[in-house]
């Protein structure tokens, strides 16, 4: 038996098999069938001959020739899987795919073009006289319903998209949707006409070139009125990005460099190019729509959405960057589910290569994620592929959204910027300014009430280390989930535009030519402009809400208790305090009375009520504490001013005004930096007079004579001054230790690693003898940034590494006394005293201790 006989066998039992499973709905006009040719042929007077038809399907697929081969049968049109005879031209079948078996960049014995087509046009071009042309019928079969109709989660990821089905899905597609597949014949086109359009209309292309080309965009635009457009990247990024001019010399030094064959070089590229990309699916984000709206509507009791109508009004004349606060896991799907409800497109979103996991990274990166490296600082190749990927995106105005602080927040309060993304998109932007839309950047809140990722966060914020992405991690958050997690907050802060801060800068007419060009130095200073920009109107966007109000009061009491009646008018001045004076326009504050929020907070399991005789007990539940100041913190800048003016006042007894604005305006820089504030040095004194007019409204504190007063001792008054004051304390407390190493230890004696690393011993010391229970002081970021201002004010020197200093810093640390008691003064001088020997042991314990954590992490990739 020959083997074309064999393969026409097994074709028609692949065929009988399949017409078992697969009934598909013909869409459209039908062909000419060969009965009505004869018919025609036998009333005509002049004799015709045999149309001779091949069908062209865009993507290879086997099935897909199965099916229509068997609808050209049951329809009477040639057979799509009988040979094809022209005279001495033989092909074993008549159908053949615009796109290969293997369209991979490196494929072995690759076809950009179809052999058969080649074929083809080379007959038609040797014999010109030839009086028989080739009938082309181009043919779309989708597989499933259209997505926004599709109502089962399980067969809506697997319906029809844009992109190339893999063998797997393939037949999962014809196992669910064999009776409800499409398929339609598309108007025939000749091709010989197509050869002479050709060969008239694109001397410089190949007749195969360009009709393989016609065709791709005839099917595509089909394709699109039933899908949507292709946003799809994977199937055309790696031709793409791999033609890019610089890109192609980014491989060439690597090549260099790396001392490889150019070949092996390429292949590098195309491997980051696939660890990063996106494979953005129209069905995956529908599937993402309909299990989420499960999800949030069991888990939550609602999401609220505010400020929503500025994005809109911008998205039609801006590329919009989403740059929201990252808190949780949950944060990047929350905002993307938001847009895609809200009728926006969905963002690409930039995410951390250690969500690549298993199943997981394949779901987000068709939900618009792509993969980038925490760090790639030295991989040339890697940086020119990110950042040409990146261009690519910008080019196209995609949306985007990544997160400024680079990671999660273990504490609550916003990260230093870390602007390397949003460097990467300014660049990326000048490369090609004329012809990009301008950029804007929406600064946006996410409020939780509680986090899925809490008890995971508990040790964290105790100081054990990060525990790594995983997927038996995921399972394991996924079981301990409780089913009580309050509201979510999603708040839309103010614009931050990118040319009015280039303007700014000095920066508006600077454009960049190519991938590795440098940023010029005004760029550079508008990009960290923006940064912080960003980040001070994320927090003016905050949401008060429950929790983070009765952990605020709660974790300002001693004990973590307090008398509900007193709580409740605690809670109320709050939000009286805050309705006179809101932190922001666009801030927004909990509706619920102090009684109603007590009552929510107590369904949320974060608080208990203990009854008593005398009046009952509000308490935080029992190893709630360290959460809670997750929360606190997330408003903390809301209230820091009046927190600051009370235990200024409280602690005194009484103090000058205008003393009180000096000492706020010399401590207000650290805040500042810490919390991401919005006063600067004109609007600041004109805020602390309102915070000090409001509190003598409210009696808290009274005034004569140009002095502020305490209301006398163990008054609920002055209860309430002390619990407001209370919030502020741990930061006073942070900064007086901080300045009591190093001014204990002298000027140019320590650098500012060690004073880093012996603060966060000192935190860890202070949690276990002192019950600090606060991640404040474990998180290094808040050294840092202590000692940056420090710098920037001049009250420290760095001099060869070391710290020096003079009695202006002495004279800095005195404020203190006004701030703090004098048992917590003595308690951070006590356990700030080192011997050289004391200090040198620690430090050294501490590295021994970083370096089993490195190994550990090491081990475990």
């Keep these: 038996m020959s083997k074309n006989s064999f393969g026409q066998i097994y074709r028609r039992l692949s065929s009988k098999v399949l017409d078992l499973v697969v009934k598909p709905r013909v869409l459209g006009e039908v062909p000419h069938t060969e009965s009505q040719d004869r018919h025609e042929a036998t009333e005509s007077t002049t004799p015709t001959k045999k149309p001779v038809i091949c069908?062209?399907?865009?993507?290879?697929?086997?099935?897909?020739?199965?099916?229509?081969?068997?609808?050209?049968?049951?329809?009477?049109?040639?057979?799509?899987?009988?040979?094809?005879?022209?005279?001495?031209?033989?092909?074993?079948?008549?159908?053949?795919?615009?796109?290969?078996?293997?369209?991979?960049?490196?494929?072995?014995?690759k076809s950009s073009l179809p052999p058969k087509l080649v074929h083809f046009i080379e007959y038609l071009n040797s014999n010109p006289d030839l009086d028989i042309d080739i009938t082309l019928i181009p043919v779309t079969i989708l597989w499933g319903r259209s997505p926004d109709k599709e109502d089962s989660l399980f067969k809506l990821l697997f319906t029809d998209t844009w992109e190339t089905p893999s063998k797997v899905k393939q037949l999962v597609n014809i196992g669910i949707h064999g009776r409800q597949s499409f398929l339609e014949f598309h108007p025939e086109c000749s091709l010989k006409s197509l050869i002479h359009t050709a060969k008239e209309q694109h001397p410089n292309l190949s007749p195969a070139t360009y009709i393989v080309n016609h065709l791709n965009q005839y099917l595509d635009r089909q394709r699109e009125a039933v899908l949507g457009p292709d946003l799809s990247d994977r199937r055309n990024v790696i031709q793409s990005l791999m033609k890019s001019t610089d890109l192609q010399e980014s491989i060439r030094r690597e090549s260099l460099r790396s001392k490889i064959s150019l070949f092996e070089s390429e292949r590098r590229a195309v491997g980051y190019i696939n660890e990063i990309v996106s494979d953005y699916s129209y069905s995956t984000v529908r599937f993402a729509d309909m299990a989420l709206t499960r999800l949030w509507t069991q888990l939550y009791d609602g999401v609220e959405v505010h400020n929503f109508n500025t994005v809109r009004e911008l998205a039609k004349d801006y590329q919009v960057i989403y740059t929201p606060c990252h808190r949780s896991h949950v944060d990047y799907l929350l905002l993307s589910y938001i847009i895609h409800r809200r009728g926006l497109m969905v963002p690409y979103i930039a995410a951390g290569d250690n969500l690549n996991l298993p199943l997981v990274g394949q779901f987000l990166r068709g939900g618009g994620a792509f993969f980038i490296r925490r760090s790639f600082r030295g991989n040339?190749?890697?940086?020119?592929?990110?950042?040409?990927?990146?261009?690519?995106?910008?080019?196209?105005?995609?949306?985007?959204?990544?997160?400024?602080?680079?990671?999660?927040?273990?504490?609550?309060?916003?990260?230093?910027?870390?602007?390397?993304?949003?460097?990467?998109?300014?660049?990326?932007?000048?490369?090609?300014?004329?012809?990009?839309?301008?950029?804007?950047?929406?600064?946006?809140?996410?409020?939780?009430?509680?986090?899925?990722?809490?008890?995971?966060?508990?040790?964290?914020?105790?100081?054990?280390?990060?525990e790594a992405e995983s997927i038996l991690g995921l399972i394991k958050t996924v079981r301990k989930i409780e089913r009580i997690f309050g509201k979510v907050h999603l708040n839309f802060g103010e614009p931050v535009f990118l040319d009015h801060l280039l303007k700014k800068h000095h920066a508006e007419d600077i454009t960049i030519q190519k991938n590795d060009d440098p940023i010029p130095t005004p760029v550079s200073e508008a990009i960290t402009s923006s940064a912080y920009e960003i980040l001070e109107k994320i927090n003016n966007a905050v949401v008060i809400n429950p929790v983070s109000l009765i952990s605020l009061i709660l974790l300002a009491t001693e004990k973590h208790t307090l008398d509900e009646q007193l709580f409740i008018k605690q809670l109320d001045a709050y939000r009286a305090l805050l309705t006179r004076l809101p932190y922001d326009g666009l801030s927004e504050l909990t509706h619920l009375s102090g009684q109603e929020i007590i009552t929510h907070a107590?369904?949320?399991?974060?608080?208990?009520?203990?009854?008593?005789?005398?009046?009952?007990?509000?308490?935080?539940?029992?190893?709630?504490?360290?959460?809670?100041?997750?929360?606190?913190?997330?408003?903390?800048?809301?209230?820091?001013?009046?927190?600051?003016?009370?235990?200024?006042?409280?602690?005194?007894?009484?103090?000058?005004?205008?003393?009180?604005?000096?000492?706020?305006?010399?401590?207000?820089?650290?805040?500042?930096?810490?919390?991401?504030?919005?006063?600067?040095?004109?609007?600041l004194k004109p805020a602390v007079e309102q915070y000090i007019d409001a509190l003598i409204e409210d009696e808290l504190i009274t005034t004569e004579d140009g002095y502020l007063?305490?209301?006398?001792?163990?008054?609920?008054?002055?209860?309430?001054?002390?619990?407001?004051?209370?919030?502020?304390?741990?930061?006073?407390?942070?900064?007086?230790?901080i300045l009591a190493i190093i001014t204990q230890r002298g000027s140019g004696k320590m650098s500012s690693k060690q004073v880093?690393?012996?603060?966060?011993?000192?935190?860890?010391?202070?949690?276990?003898?002192?019950?600090?229970?606060?991640?404040?002081?474990?998180?290094?970021?808040?050294?840092?940034?202590?000692?940056?201002?420090?710098?920037?004010?001049?009250?420290?020197?760095?001099?060869?590494?070391?710290?020096?200093?003079?009695?202006h810093l002495i004279h800095i640390a005195q404020y203190a006394n006004l701030v703090l008691d004098d048992a917590t003064l003595h308690m951070l001088q006590h356990i700030t005293q080192f011997t050289d020997e004391g200090l040198e042991e620690a430090l050294n314990a501490l590295a021994v201790e970083n370096a089993k954590r490195r190994l550990k992490r090491k081990a475990k990739k």
């Design 380 to 466: 040339g190749l890697y940086t020119s592929v990110f950042k040409e990927y990146l261009y690519s995106i910008v080019s196209r105005n995609t949306p985007l959204e990544y997160f400024i602080e680079g990671g999660r927040s273990r504490t609550g309060r916003l990260l230093p910027p870390k602007t390397g993304m949003l460097a990467m998109t300014v660049h990326s932007h000048l490369r090609n300014k004329k012809k990009n839309k301008p950029i804007v950047f929406i600064p946006t809140y996410i409020g939780y009430e509680r986090l899925m990722e809490g008890s995971t966060y508990i040790g964290e914020l105790q100081g054990k280390p990060k």
């Design 756 to 807: 880093e690393d012996i603060s966060y011993l000192l935190g860890q010391r202070l949690s276990v003898l002192y019950e600090y229970n606060s991640p404040d002081f474990f998180d290094k970021s808040l050294f840092q940034s202590f000692l940056k201002v420090l710098t920037q004010k001049d009250y420290i020197r760095i001099r060869e590494g070391l710290i020096e200093f003079d009695d």
């Design 55 to 109: 069908y062209v399907l865009q993507t290879y697929s086997r099935s897909n020739a199965l099916v229509v081969d068997g609808e050209t049968r049951r329809l009477g049109l040639p057979p799509a899987l009988e040979p094809l005879q022209l005279n001495e031209l033989s092909e074993n079948t008549s159908v053949f795919f615009l796109q290969q078996k293997d369209t991979s960049y490196f494929a072995q014995k």
């Design 709 to 737: 007063f305490s209301p006398s001792p163990n008054t609920e008054t002055h209860n309430q001054l002390v619990i407001l004051g209370a919030s502020v304390k741990q930061s006073i407390e942070r900064y007086y230790m």
């Design 602 to 683: 107590l369904k949320l399991k974060l608080i208990k009520r203990v009854h008593h005789a005398l009046g009952d007990i509000i308490a935080i539940e029992d190893n709630q504490a360290v959460l809670l100041t997750y929360f606190r913190n997330n408003i903390l800048h809301a209230f820091i001013l009046p927190s600051l003016i009370a235990s200024l006042i409280e602690l005194n007894g009484k103090i000058k005004r205008h003393d009180l604005i000096n000492v706020i305006a010399t401590l207000y820089p650290f805040l500042k930096a810490e919390l991401f504030m919005k006063w600067d040095t004109d609007t």
